[in-house]
């Protein structure tokens, strides 16, 4: 099967796997919750996760309800992300935000409820051996990279960020830490889940770290003649500070390192080499 074949019906089966987690209850918080998840978006890190654990043998069905509470982590941070007190976006993926469609209120708590939800998913997911200690694994690095040293961290410094006296390795802290955290976290899931070597444990995370600095990259590259258009310089952009061309050059740094680190460790995967090829034209 092709990688784009293989990725479109792997999107399909996502796509259906959380509208079943969520068509549960039909109260107001859920159907907050519907909107902000069954809204579109390009899935990538769920898509991920399922392409990092089949490579090492797992199955879908195994690996889908960890690949929903990611998505699920990701929609909750979509919200708080466009609330009025933080990035106050009235639009998402073409649609209106969440708090401009159901209030700020209901916002919040869908947003909440989404990173509830999550974990509930990963504890209520089979898993073959109920005295391994991966679960705990999954459940630690996952709250880790998005608590108060990781993503929380990372919207801090967006909202607090001055650019007059930003850094360099400033920009590089927020992409890290709201970004590329949970993509790192998500390849990383899957392998472990489908009992992947320590070795390539490691080269895997190498590879999304890279993965995940590259996609931000490439939203900031995106948005940077939208950002000058309107002025809006407050806000941190990669591709801001370094320039439109060595930032482009940095994205395609970024995503041969990424391939480097796979090859290295002789991970012979289409998919996850596809990731990182598709970013450079994203």
């Not at 879908?60 to 929609?75: D, G, K, Q, R, T």
Request: charge should be negative; proline fraction near 4%.
């Amino acid at each position: 099967m092709e990688v784009e074949e293989y990725l479109s019906q792997k999107k399909i089966n996502i796509e259906r796997a959380l509208k079943n987690y969520l068509e549960k209850n039909d109260s107001p918080v859920f159907e907050a919750m519907r909107y902000a998840v069954l809204n579109g978006g390009k899935r990538f890190r769920p898509l991920l996760l399922l392409a990092s654990g089949e490579y090492f043998g797992a199955s879908e069905e195994f690996l889908l309800p960890y690949a929903c509470s990611i998505e699920f982590v990701h929609s909750y941070s979509l919200i708080h992300d466009d609330l009025p007190m933080m990035d106050n976006d009235d639009f998402r993926r073409g649609k209106p935000s969440c708090h401009k469609k159901f209030g700020e209120a209901l916002a919040l708590l869908a947003g909440d409820a989404l990173l509830s939800l999550a974990f509930e998913v990963i504890a209520d997911a089979p898993y073959p051996q109920p005295d391994s200690q991966v679960k705990n694994f999954i459940i630690g690095e996952l709250a880790r990279a998005i608590g108060p040293s990781g993503m929380i961290s990372g919207q801090w410094k967006d909202i607090s960020f001055n650019p007059q006296i930003a850094a360099w390795s400033d920009y590089q802290e927020i992409a890290r830490k709201k970004t590329a955290g949970l993509i790192r976290v998500s390849a990383i899931i899957g392998a472990r889940l489908a009992g992947a070597p320590v070795q390539a444990l490691n080269s895997i995370e190498q590879y999304a770290a890279n993965l995940g600095l590259a996609f931000q990259l490439r939203d900031d590259l995106e948005d940077l003649d939208q950002d000058r258009a309107q002025k809006n310089l407050l806000r941190p952009n990669m591709a801001q500070y370094l320039g439109k061309n060595k930032a482009t050059e940095l994205l395609v740094e970024l995503c041969q390192k990424a391939v480097h680190f796979l090859r290295k460790a002789g991970i012979n995967s289409d998919v996850l080499e596809y990731f990182a090829d598709r970013l450079k034209i994203w």
